[in-house]
């Protein structure tokens, strides 16, 4: 069955520090992966998405992920945390098809120790 | 830069009654969605339409839900019969052609809570 797990439910961090939150995937055919983020009253942000290539990804606001077959993970990573970055992250994932459904996991909220 | 919008930003109603959530997705996208999210859940799969008809929905999308796109702009959700556990955060998305065919732009969402 194709699923998604975010393992961590809530993460803290501190200002500056580095951070990783974990996905791990079940997806029968090549998936196309994403990372979405949702503020606090804002909708769902795409960060980074991966079909193919390179399996280091940047994205926006600084944040970057691998893909790791081997693993079946797609970990999102950021070097130096904002207080700005406190949110909820979201991974899922899809078949590279134009109207299919994306999978959603359930998510890992982080908070910015000051 | 362009965005999917969506009204009301809340909306509250009784058990039974009908809602419309209205998502104006971006303009010259094609593909539309909609996804809810329970309180404390995954954001679900309801539906995908395209090219005026469905293209896919989940077990969750019942005879209770209808979608439409009624004129150039708008991409509706009907829910017929509210029920208590329809309460959830209803995003609507869309996608467009080309090289934009790949990514889903989700709106704010709009909240419901049936009563």
């Known amino acids: 069955a194709q699923s998604v797990t975010q393992p961590d439910i809530h993460i803290t961090v501190s200002e500056g520090a580095s951070l990783e939150l974990r996905c791990n995937y079940s997806?029968?055919?090549?998936?196309?992966l994403f990372w979405y983020v949702q503020s606090p009253g804002q909708g769902l942000q795409l960060l980074l998405k991966?079909?193919?290539?390179?399996?280091l990804v940047q994205g926006i606001k600084g944040f970057e992920a691998e893909f790791k077959r081997s693993q079946s993970s797609f970990n999102l990573r950021k070097p130096s945390v904002h207080w700005s970055d406190a949110a909820e992250y979201f991974c899922?994932?899809?078949?590279?098809?134009?109207?299919?459904?994306?999978?959603f996991g359930s998510g890992t909220r982080l908070s910015i120790r000051p | 830069e362009p965005e999917v919008t969506q009204t009301p930003s809340h909306q509250v109603t009784q058990m039974g009654q009908e809602v419309i959530l209205r998502c104006v997705p971006i303009s010259n996208h094609l593909y539309f969605y909609w996804y809810r999210q329970i309180l404390g859940q995954k954001v679900e799969f309801l539906v995908s339409?395209?090219?005026?008809?469905?293209?896919?929905k989940s077990e969750i999308f019942d005879d209770q839900f209808s979608v439409e796109r009624p004129d150039g702009s708008n991409f509706t959700l009907k829910i017929r019969s509210t029920k208590l556990e329809d309460s959830a955060m209803y995003f609507c998305a869309s996608m467009g052609t080309g090289g934009e065919a790949d990514t889903q732009y989700f709106g704010p969402g709009t909240r419901l809570t049936v009563l």
């Open positions: 991966y079909f193919s290539g390179d399996t």
């Open positions: 997806y029968g055919a090549t998936p196309y």
């Open positions: 339409f395209y090219n005026n008809e469905i293209s896919e």
């Open positions: 899922a994932v899809g078949p590279y098809s134009s109207a299919s459904k994306i999978i």
